[in-house]
Structure formats: structure tokens, C-alpha cells
């Protein structure tokens, strides 16, 4: 992600916002005013249906700065680059493979993955080192993927944001930046609400069933998302599951839901991997080379 996207997304969040003094008298409002400033205020929210495509891919990368902030990019170009070749061409077989698409790990132990609109796609480090092979990892990327396809972080945008311009549309006029300026401030803080709620469970659940037919497309057995939430509903829940467990399902309900979604249509792919060894080179590296020997120094004669 661009710093430019990161910048925009810290100088949005800390913008203040303020109403320029004015006299008792100018304060008495104007009816015609305020009812049009409504109607603008309202149509924030019905203009996330035709957003373009450029449009949401400075909101996600906004957005993805909200993540970055709290937790950055892990220190692993490997496995970065290991993450963003799988992601690449796991949108490749999407609805949507013309995005920019950027993918990455975050340095965490929390057991969680985010995507923004536009094509960002996070796994946290502590749910990458959970994985038991290539399949499950591309399970979760796919799950990420389909809910960018689907757009389900703008509908919760758009209504966050509908319901924010109906509610307190008084906090769209006027201030510095004018009404995109303000429009952008309630952006981030939807954003934010977002990731700390987490969307719909039925968005959730269709992403579980969109991640198999992707990862299926892309050469992966459709069972590997349904190891990663086996695995997930076997441990016990700790710290490190709880922003997970407050913005999913619980995985055995969407194991439940999963199964019978897929049933057995997914049986005739013939020639799926669970695994490759790039995978297993990645969780386990060749150790170093043993340090060379020194040539042994040669004696010579001793001057008489």
C-alpha cells in the first residue's frame, strides 16, 4: 500500500471538526438550506452503488491504513513475497482479477485476516503460522478475496454511512474541508466501526462459499478452508482469537453451514493440490550452510 494512501488515512482520522462562531441571529437557520444539505447528506450513502472502481480502491487503501497502523507489515520479505504470488493468483481465477490487488502479512500474533475494498487482502503472521498447508492458507486468501468481489465492505459502509447522514447530518455542513471533508473524517470512522464489529454473518458465510470455488478454480482442494475453522474450533479460545471470534461466526457454525453448501459438488475437480513445496520451504527453511573451513596456514622454513 502507498504511503500516500496511509498518510491520507492518519491526517483524515485526526482532522478535527469544529463550526466557524458566528452571531445569535446568523444561527437562526435556513429552512430550504438545511432541508437540501439533508438530502445531499443522504445521498452519501446511495452513492457507494456506483462507485468506481478507482473511488473504492482509495477507500480501501485508506481503510487498510487504519490496519497498517495497528499493526504493520511483518518483517519477513519471504514470506511476503511468498503471500502476495499466492494472493495474485488466487484474483486471477475471481470475478474480479482486474483490480490492483495487494497483499501482505501483518506483524501479529492475533489469529485474524482483513481485506478492504479495492483489493487489499491482510493475513495476520500468527494465523499464517497456523496453517498446516498451501491449501488452507488459500482457503483464507479466497475468503478475503470474495468478500472484496462481493463488495461487502462498501454495503456496510454505505449503510453506516446512510444511517450517520440521516441521523447527524448537521456534522456534513459546514467546517473546514466542507462536505468532503466530513464525508471523509465519517469515513474512516466507519471504517473503523467496521473492523471492530466485523460484517454481516450472511456475508460472511457467502464468503466461505465463494473461497471454495476460487480456490478450486485456482488449483487448490476446496477443503482447505475447512481445516483452517476445524483447526480454529479445536483451540481453546484465547486472546489471541478474541477480535476473530467478535467479528465471525463461530467456525463451527460456519463448518455446519460450509458442508452443506458444498456437499458433493466440488468432488469431480480432479487434480487439486493440498500442498507444494514451496509451501513447506516457506514453514520450514533449509538450515544455513555450515561456515566454511579456513585453509589451513602453511609453515615455512625457519630463517637460520
Not at 447530518?169 to 465519517?186: E, N, R, T, V
Not at 456475508?203 to 480456490?215: K, N
Request: glycine letters at 10%.
Amino acid at each position: 500500500m502507498s504511503g500516500r494512501c496511509i498518510r491520507a488515512a492518519l491526517t483524515v482520522a485526526l482532522a478535527s471538526l469544529c463550526l466557524p462562531a458566528a452571531s445569535a441571529f446568523a444561527q437562526i437557520p435556513d429552512i430550504g438550506g438545511i432541508i437540501n444539505a439533508a438530502k445531499g447528506a443522504k445521498k452519501l450513502g446511495d452513492s457507494f452503488r456506483k462507485i468506481s472502481d478507482e473511488e473504492e480502491v482509495k477507500i480501501g487503501g485508506d481503510l487498510a491504513g487504519i490496519v497498517l497502523g495497528a499493526a504493520p507489515l511483518a518483517n519477513d520479505p519471504a514470506g511476503q513475497h511468498y503471500v502476495s504470488r499466492l494472493g495474485q493468483w488466487l484474483a486471477m481465477h475471481s470475478d474480479r482479477p482486474t483490480l490492483p490487488w495487494k497483499f501482505g502479512i501483518i506483524d501479529t500474533d492475533d489469529f485474524n485476516a482483513f481485506s478492504t475494498p479495492g483489493g487489499y487482502v491482510l493475513i495476520s503472521r500468527g494465523l499464517l503460522d497456523d496453517m498446516h498447508n498451501e491449501a488452507e492458507l488459500a482457503g483464507v486468501l479466497s475468503h478475503e478475496i470474495a468478500h472484496v468481489v462481493r463488495k461487502h465492505h462498501l454495503q456496510a459502509l454505505q449503510t453506516s454511512l446512510r444511517d450517520s447522514a440521516v441521523g447527524d447530518f448537521k456534522d456534513y455542513i459546514g467546517g473546514p474541508g466542507g462536505l468532503a471533508g466530513q464525508f471523509a473524517s465519517a469515513l474512516v470512522n466507519a471504517g473503523k466501526d467496521m473492523f471492530v464489529r466485523g460484517l454481516d454473518r450472511n456475508d460472511e458465510y457467502e464468503a466461505d462459499r465463494m473461497a471454495v470455488v476460487i480456490a478450486a478454480r485456482a488449483g487448490y482442494s476446496p477443503y482447505g478452508l475447512g481445516g483452517v475453522l476445524q483447526t480454529l474450533s479445536a483451540v481453546p479460545e484465547s486472546k489471541g482469537f478474541a477480535l476473530m471470534y467478535k467479528t465471525h461466526p463461530l467456525p463451527v457454525d460456519r463448518l455446519e453451514r460450509l458442508d452443506i453448501a458444498m456437499g458433493t459438488r466440488l468432488d469431480g475437480y480432479e487434480g487439486l493440490v493440498d500442498d507444494l513445496p514451496s509451501f513447506v520451504a516457506l514453514r520450514a527453511p533449509p538450515p544455513p550452510p555450515p561456515p566454511a573451513l579456513a585453509a589451513p596456514v602453511k609453515k615455512g622454513k625457519r630463517r637460520q
